[in-house]
């Protein structure tokens, strides 16, 4: 079983619907991430949770947020979607134990916003 | 701030031939640096991880990587292309500042040929 599940692993939306994407892992991880994937642009960091008290924006948080239920979900959510948010997005965590932090990344969610 | 470059968003290279795939990076400070593949669907896996240790670094899948201080470079290298090597590789650099966030590159898209 993956370590990383994200869920739908696609989605088509409306403009203005609101859509909530799920993460949850088993590795026991407390930190969780979420990053979207555009073409010739790479990964860019959503919001970042060190545990569920901790939520923190990333470079790209606008026309997002975020909900950190347990240690092992994290949500992200589009509250009124827009086509530029059609993107692939992925989760990903880390241990803060592990001294570099190392990122484990789940399968992405394919979003498109008509 | 931290940045990577990822020279060509495409390379090419025949079955049985060297594999090169450039990065590099810019960090103020002595920086960790990953290398990630993405399979066509699927989420992003780590080939191999640089964190100060061995300059050389050799990962999964025959999967290699020289980290060049001078040069600010970490261009991952494999002596022989695989059909199942296709794949898009993603370079990206974090910092030992507390938290390690994670900056990638554009991407590069490696075609494998017969």
């Known amino acids: 079983d993956a370590d990383v599940t994200q869920t739908p692993r696609n989605r088509i939306t409306k403009t203005g619907k609101r859509i909530m994407l799920e993460c949850s892992q088993t590795?026991?991880?407390?930190?969780m991430y979420w990053y979207r994937q555009d073409p010739g642009l790479g990964l860019r960091l959503i919001y970042y949770?060190?545990?569920?008290?901790?939520?923190n924006k990333g470079e790209i948080s606008d026309g997002y947020s975020v909900s950190r239920q347990a240690q092992a979900k994290f949500s992200l959510s589009l509250e009124s979607a827009i086509p530029n948010q059609t993107a692939l997005y992925f989760c990903?965590?880390?241990?803060?134990?592990?001294?570099?932090?190392?990122?484990?990344f789940g399968p992405g969610t394919r979003l498109t916003v008509l | 701030a931290q940045s990577v470059t990822q020279l060509g968003s495409h390379v090419s290279v025949s079955e049985g031939a060297l594999v090169l795939l450039r990065c590099n990076y810019s960090s103020s400070v002595p920086p960790y640096l990953f290398w990630y593949v993405q399979y066509p669907n699927q989420g992003l896996q780590l080939l191999l991880k640089y964190t100060s240790a061995a300059t050389l670094v050799k990962g999964i899948n025959g999967f290699e990587a020289e980290f060049k201080k001078s040069e600010t470079s970490f261009h991952l290298t494999k002596p022989s292309a695989h059909m199942s090597d296709a794949a898009e590789y993603f370079c990206?650099?974090?910092?030992?500042?507390?938290?390690?966030?994670?900056?990638f590159g554009t991407g590069t898209r490696l075609l494998v040929s017969p």
């Open positions: 990206a650099v974090s910092v030992n500042t507390g938290f390690q966030k994670l900056v």
């Open positions: 990903a965590t880390s241990d803060l134990g592990e001294s570099t932090d190392t990122q484990y």
């Open positions: 590795k026991g991880h407390d930190r």
């Open positions: 949770s060190f545990d569920v008290k901790d939520i």
